[in-house]
């Protein structure tokens, strides 16, 4: 008689492709799969899927080419139990969420598809009018595309979990596409030292923190605008802030970090050291750099 280990069919190893993967979930959400796996939910997987494309996005930014195939891999697979675990529930298919992609991408792209008359995106525009090449062409056309779902509004639609910066730059590119937007980046200019000199004013003469609740919360919105009149003006020069300010960030870490290992070598305490001292490694740091 076999044993019990002998009757069990080990499932065949899916091909490396997206509908490998699809093939793949599959089998660890069936009866004979994983526990774990099977217990998930769409929500459940959010932070992991969000956390993923993260993780893409930063190793394309730091230009860790070998990590990127991996990277997004680990995002396709998410991406792949958002598909599965709707088809188990009934909701949609791998069809729906291709045909959906395909189509849209193919009606904002005129200039390489020919749209079709019946096509509301499209409606009086001829094959290059407006060619989806330029931010302002692809904006025009998804504004119309939400404006035939019903949902005629130029910021409706933008993901409220955008980072704030991100969503900041989204929201002034829908704006700029029915042209209420400056002409050049002197605009954008004048109103971050506008913005700046509202700040200003809120503050205590020596530069501290205003007392009383309703000044700081009004301090809050000032500097609030500030930011959004900084993202405003970097967009005016084709730099995107969200990016500029990783960068930034992330060159701050180095020099923090470059600091830290300074002040070990001289054997000082960085709690204890005076902002002098705590200056001269930081310009030591950066004048290494240069």
């Not at 230009?63 to 998410?78: K, T």
């Not at 792949?80 to 792209?109: P, T, Y």
């Not at 500097?223 to 969200?242: K, P, Q, S, Y």
């Not at 020099?255 to 070598?265: H, I």
Request: charged share 25%; net charge negative.
């Amino acid at each position: 008689m076999p044993s019990h280990r002998e009757t069990i069919t080990e499932p065949t190893p899916p091909e490396p492709t997206f509908e490998g993967l699809l093939d793949l979930v599959r089998i660890l959400l069936s009866d004979g799969g994983c526990a774990w796996d099977r217990a998930q939910t769409p929500v459940s997987l959010l932070p992991y899927l969000i956390e993923e494309a993260y993780e893409v996005a930063e190793a394309i930014r730091e230009e860790r080419g070998g990590d990127v195939p991996e990277e997004l891999g680990d995002l396709a697979l998410h991406v792949a139990f958002q598909v599965v675990l709707a088809e188990r529930s009934g909701a949609f298919g791998d069809r729906q969420v291709f045909s959906a992609v395909l189509d849209k991408m193919i009606r904002r792209h005129p200039h390489v598809f020919p749209p079709r008359a019946s096509s509301p995106a499209a409606a009086g525009l001829g094959p290059c009018a407006l060619s989806g090449a330029t931010a302002e062409g692809w904006e025009e056309l998804k504004r119309r595309e939400r404006a035939a779902a019903g949902a005629p509004g130029t910021l409706d639609g933008l993901p409220k979990a955008l980072p704030a910066l991100l969503r900041a730059q989204r929201l002034q590119e829908r704006a700029a596409a029915v042209g209420f937007d400056w002409p050049d980046a002197g605009g954008p200019l004048a109103k971050v030292r506008e913005e700046l000199e509202e700040v200003l004013s809120l503050m205590d003469p020596v530069g501290g923190v205003p007392e009383g609740d309703l000044r700081r919360a009004s301090l809050e919105a000032e500097v609030g605008d500030l930011i959004f009149a900084v993202v405003n003006f970097a967009r005016h020069l084709g730099v995107n802030a969200e990016i500029a300010l990783e960068f930034a960030s992330a060159k701050f870490r180095l020099r923090f970090e470059s600091v830290e290992r300074l002040a070990v070598e001289r054997g000082l305490d960085l709690a204890a050291a005076s902002l002098a001292e705590l200056d001269g490694l930081w310009d030591q740091v950066k004048g290494g750099e240069r």
